[in-house]
């Protein structure tokens, strides 16, 4: 089983939908969440990090975190041509520097 | 406020060749972290630094690789008799202290080896 799993994709949504991209993890360790964005040829850029059950905003973006079913999604509102890119989420177990990757979902935001 | 910087972003070498790959950190960021990106997987982590120290090499393969973040300039990522398969985007990312897990991430130097 892989420690942090993501669905390839791609997903695509339309313009102006929500896009919602999932993330399940295995570790019951895991204390902290990462989301990235990585454009094609790019680094990962980081959008948010959450801690704590529950949600996060962050203006088109909303984390959300179930500790109990281990999963952590990313919520993409008004979805953006722009948004189009491949979407990591990584995971620290508690008191580790290094975060775990997932492969990444790679999302397109048709006009 | 330059972000994390990383050089050369390609480079090219020839099986046996060595490579050198330089990271360095945010200002005021002393972890810095190296990953490989093979073509369509994830980010594998290989090394972590702290100044002058190795705190986690657990990704490194056994041969070949090495890297060292020196008191003195910027972080080195070298890999000695380069095979095919080291091609690959190695990205460095650094934290500073006070919030280490959060990385951020360099352009990335993408290596070819011919």
């Known amino acids: 089983q892989k420690e942090v799993e993501q669905n390839s994709g791609p997903l695509s949504v339309p313009e102006g939908a929500i896009a919602s991209l999932n993330c399940t993890y295995s570790?019951?360790?895991?204390?902290?969440f990462f989301w990235y964005r990585q454009y094609s040829g790019k680094s990962p850029e980081l959008i948010m990090f959450?801690?704590?059950?529950g949600d996060k905003e962050d203006g088109r973006f909303t984390a959300q975190l179930n500790k109990a079913s281990q999963y952590v999604s990313l919520l993409i509102r008004d979805s953006q041509p722009s948004d189009s890119a491949t979407y990591l989420c990584a995971v620290n177990r508690g008191g580790s520097y290094i975060p775990t990757f997932g492969r990444g979902t790679s999302l397109i935001v048709h006009p | 406020n330059a972000g994390v910087m990383q050089n050369p972003r390609h480079l090219v070498r020839r099986r046996g060749q060595e490579a050198r790959l330089r990271c360095s950190p945010m200002k005021g960021h002393s972890h810095v972290y190296w990953y490989r990106q093979l073509p369509e997987e994830g980010l594998k982590f290989m090394v972590y630094?702290?100044?002058?120290?190795?705190?986690?090499e657990s990704g490194m393969p056994k041969e070949r690789f090495s890297a060292e973040f020196p008191k003195e300039g910027p972080s080195i990522l070298r890999i000695q008799q380069v095979v095919r398969g080291d091609s690959a985007a190695y990205f460095c990312?650094?934290?500073?202290?006070?919030?280490?897990?959060?990385?951020?991430f360099g352009p990335g130097t993408r290596l070819l080896v011919l």
């Open positions: 570790d019951r360790g895991s204390q902290s």
């Open positions: 959450i801690y704590s059950n």
């Open positions: 990312a650094s934290s500073p202290r006070d919030t280490q897990e959060t990385q951020y």
């Open positions: 630094l702290q100044k002058e120290n190795i705190i986690d």
